[in-house]
């Protein structure tokens, strides 16, 4: 273009801008269609949905989510990137006419372990019934802001727990994962496991702790919290049984109850 010539800018025409792969941390999209009827649990009688975490109360179709770790900042080129996704995304993901999904279909979602303060220092935040989530205009568009070190802590924001940076949190989120999911597939559940193991190192790197601590710990937690009822539960009477010696079996039960079984037993013979 003329109107730059002998003057410090050049003009690039069309550039192409796709030459990196660009990677959207997590898209929730609503299921429809055969992806609604074939869906994992959807068959006769499913179970009622559960309660989803705070901050997730108003899905849209389209659901596009950038994840900040402990070890990384949300900061406002974080947020930029995810304006740039979700441009990226509506223009690629068409609807079945071909036509582009209105606004309204996207909710866009900024998941930071820690608190953001040098982003509320410039772009204040502002509060929403939850706590520990925020909404924040950005550009176009609202952002939901979810802060997993200061959520709720409740069984239903075991999700978030699970990815906070703070062990007790981190501990909760796994024992009501156990509590929720008790007979998951092992390939699942012992990646899940395994991934929470490397996170508590990483946190706490001078500290000896096996992986088999760990379980054995977590396991304990989530014992403590079960009721007689679900530790027994899916077990056949003989296979409790078997776990004890006899005066094990005995103990706690009313003599005059014993007394009577064994009447009852010789009267038998």
């Known amino acids: 273009m003329g109107v730059f010539e002998g003057t410090p800018w050049r003009v690039e025409l069309e550039q192409e801008l796709a030459l990196r792969s660009q990677l959207l941390d997590v ?11 074939h869906a994992p ?19 849209r179709p389209h659901n596009l989510l950038t994840y900040k770790s402990r070890h990384e900042a949300l900061n406002a080129w974080a947020l930029d990137e995810l304006i740039g996704h979700y441009v990226n ?11 582009r999904h209105p606004l309204h ?26 706590e ?22 409740h069984p239903r924001n075991t999700p978030w727990e699970l990815f906070a940076s703070e062990q007790d ?14 007979r998951p597939s092992q390939g699942g559940h012992w990646e899940l496991l395994e991934h929470l193991y ?7 790197p001078d500290m000896a702790y096996t992986m088999e601590e760990f379980l054995r710990e977590t396991h304990e937690l989530v014992l403590a919290r079960m009721t007689p009822e679900e530790r027994l539960k899916g077990l056949a009477p003989d296979e409790v049984l078997n776990r ?3 005066e094990e079996r005995l103990k706690g039960l009313d003599p005059a109850a014993i007394k009577a079984w064994l009447a009852k037993q010789r009267r038998g013979h």
Not at 89 to 99: E, N, S, T, V
Not at 132 to 153: C, S
Not at 169 to 181: C, E, K, P, T
């Open 27 to 37: 898209a929730i999209i609503e299921a429809t269609g055969e992806d609604a009827t």
């Open 41 to 59: 649990g959807a068959e006769c009688n499913p179970e009622p949905p559960l309660e989803l975490p705070d901050g997730l109360e108003n899905l």
């Open 89 to 99: 995304y509506r223009k690629l993901r068409l609807a079945p006419d071909g036509q």
């Open 105 to 130: 279909a996207f909710g866009l979602y900024a998941v930071a372990t820690r608190f953001p303060s040098g982003l509320v220092c410039e772009h204040p935040l502002q509060p929403t019934a939850w």
């Open 132 to 153: 520990g989530v925020y909404d924040l205009p950005w550009g176009g568009h609202p952002v939901r802001l979810i802060v997993l070190n200061a959520i709720a802590k």
């Open 169 to 182: 949190r981190m501990r909760q989120g796994l024992i009501h994962y156990r509590a929720r999911h008790p």
């Open 198 to 204: 490397l996170i508590y190192q990483r946190e706490i």
């Open 244 to 246: 004890y010696d006899p």
